[in-house]
């Protein structure tokens, strides 16, 4: 069983910035993607950020104020969230694909946290 552990979320004013951790821990031979995840109330989950061996893409609406980066020798993501706005007040989720011998390659959410910008 693989479980993903978020944290840093909070309230912050419009400007300013907050950082999401995400950690996986269990039993696992790899990590294969991480993305963060939001979704604000009465609206679908929409991807934020992703990050893979190769490459990182982001949602046009966090293009240059947000930053999904990895820490591969602890298992963690991060989102480093910078001007951020009253429109990205949601609760953020991480997500994972990992390689396990018993399931193969499988997706992980974690509980989300929630993030609340004031304007």
């Known amino acids: 069983q693989v479980q993903l552990a978020e944290s840093g979320g909070g309230f912050v004013q419009a400007g300013g910035s907050l950082r999401l951790s995400c950690t996986a821990s269990?039993?696992?031979?790899?990590?294969?993607?991480m993305a963060w995840y939001r979704q604000a109330p009465g609206q679908q989950r929409e991807l934020v950020a992703e990050?893979?061996?190769?490459?990182?893409k982001y949602a046009d609406s966090v293009k240059g104020r947000f930053v999904i980066s990895k820490d591969s020798t602890k298992n963690t993501a991060y989102l480093q969230m910078n001007e951020l706005k009253p429109e990205d007040t949601a609760v953020y989720y991480c997500?994972?694909?990992?390689?396990?011998?018993?399931?193969?390659?499988?997706?992980?959410w974690g509980q989300g946290t929630q993030v609340t910008v004031s304007s």
């Open positions: 997500n994972a694909n990992v390689w396990t011998p018993a399931a193969g390659s499988t997706y992980y």
């Open positions: 990050s893979t061996d190769i490459n990182t």
């Open positions: 269990g039993t696992f031979f790899s990590i294969n993607i």
